[in-house]
């Protein structure tokens, strides 16, 4: 466990401390293994964020350890500064025994969520509350040196605004799109430039001066949603990043699969069409070509050029940029009869292709998360309907099909979990 450690939207008293899942050892970068004290250090420290405030003797009932081991490791972790003392239980005999709690300023945890075009920063203290983030929109991706350096300058000066001690942030983690090897830190997607010899978590880390961990956006989300969202309590899960792509995660009783090299979920690019409509993977067909923001977005400029009427159209005609959320806001907000149909469309087929993936996998619930699914009124009644429409009636016919507990944040949640995550010792 013990390693080293725009506009401005601030959200206090946040809580999303249910943390019972755990990454599997791939996913979690250890120079050495962990030693018998630590992994009993991290049992008791994950059992009191889960708990609360608990006195020793407690501790060692729930745990299943003696009384000694708990009080030795419990002091060690006072001294580590991890643990603090909160009161005194109110006794009528004796000495009244000592509570003890998780210090949440112990250590700090950074998670950057980048969007197609939004920058999500969250910071989360020990115990799981999101102390302070802050959404930049005025934010538009580019696969560029410029980018990747905008992020890092963003990542400082949400640092600077914080208020924080920086030396108490122990890990930053940093979601980006596509393959990503979050266990070497390699990026094979994005902010992949041919000078750039080093694994990309290391290239972050020297331009912040902090320690850096990169995910898959999807896959973080995933984790956010099933350790503090609607997939919570679910252990086989199928959940839908509908952005400006398409990204799928997937959880396999209880814990989040990566595949051999962590690159699972990549359905956005599964060979689906028969188009001549180019991928920005670089080939043809996939799905993200014909269910995904980007491809709502390619259909509402051709069809507002067409002459097809929109609230949209006076930004399309001045060349303005039209963003996922636009559209979804032009749907729920103006009720623009194009957008709307449009975002049906894209649910009605997204739906077809996870009756597929409900007939490989048997999950319990499918969640959609991303941008689109803040259009649930729209989104969701199609997806459900092809799902029942083309998946088996035995895998569909309890299934729970639901939208994320918060669309907009999970992304930014599960990156301050994955960093808070990278602190614990690895599992024996």
């Not at 003797?57 to 708990?70: C, E, F, K």
């Not at 957008?339 to 996998?361: H, S």
């Not at 016919?397 to 960093?419: L, Y």
Request: proline share 4%; net charge negative.
């Amino acid at each position: 466990m013990w390693c080293g450690a725009a506009t401005t939207v601030t959200t206090p008293h946040n809580h999303f401390s249910h943390t019972t899942t755990m990454l599997t050892h791939n996913q979690i970068t250890a120079s050495t293994p962990p030693s018998e004290a630590d992994i009993i250090k991290d049992v008791i420290l994950r059992h009191c964020i889960r708990h609360g405030n608990q006195m020793i003797p407690q501790m060692a009932a729930a745990l299943g350890y003696s009384v000694p081991t708990v009080a030795k490791y419990v002091g060690e972790m006072i001294s580590e500064g991890y643990f603090i003392e909160c009161g005194k239980m109110d006794s009528h005999r004796g000495r009244k025994p000592v509570i003890y709690g998780v210090n949440p300023s112990a250590c700090y945890f950074v998670g950057v969520d980048i969007a197609r075009f939004a920058l999500t920063l969250g910071l989360m203290n020990l115990t799981g509350e999101i102390v302070y983030e802050n959404t930049i929109t005025d934010f538009n991706f580019d696969n560029t040196p410029a980018t990747l350096d905008r992020v890092c300058h963003c990542i400082g000066e949400f640092l600077s605004q914080s208020g924080i001690d920086i030396s108490k942030v122990s890990m930053v983690n940093i979601n980006i799109s596509g393959r990503v090897n979050s266990h070497t830190g390699e990026s094979y997607s994005i902010f992949n430039f041919e000078e750039n010899d080093e694994p990309l978590a290391t290239i972050f880390s020297e331009k912040i001066g902090l320690p850096v961990r990169i995910e898959n956006d999807t896959r973080a989300m995933t984790y956010g949603e099933l350790a503090a969202g609607n997939a919570r309590g679910f252990r086989n899960t199928l959940f839908v990043n509908a952005s400006w792509g398409i990204g799928l995660g997937i959880i396999i009783n209880g814990e989040l699969y990566y595949g051999r090299h962590g690159y699972s979920g990549e359905v956005g690019h599964m060979n689906v069409y028969n188009n001549e409509i180019m991928c920005h993977c670089g080939k043809k067909g996939c799905l993200e070509t014909e269910v995904s923001g980007s491809a709502i977005h390619r259909k509402l400029l051709e069809r507002i050029r067409q002459g097809q009427a929109s609230v949209l159209s006076p930004r399309v005609a001045h060349g303005q940029t039209i963003s996922t959320f636009d559209i979804v806001c032009a749907a729920t907000r103006n009720e623009d009869p194009l957008c709307i149909e449009l975002i049906e469309q894209t649910g009605a087929e997204l739906g077809r292709q996870l009756a597929n993936l409900i007939n490989i996998f048997n999950p319990e619930a499918v969640v959609v998360g991303g941008v689109l699914a803040l259009a649930d009124e729209y989104f969701l009644p199609p997806i459900r309907s092809a799902i029942r429409k083309y998946s088996l009636k035995l895998m569909c016919k309890d299934i729970e099909v639901f939208v994320s507990a918060n669309p907009q944040r999970v992304g930014m949640i599960g990156a301050c979990m994955v960093a808070r995550q990278s602190i614990f010792a690895q599992k024996p």
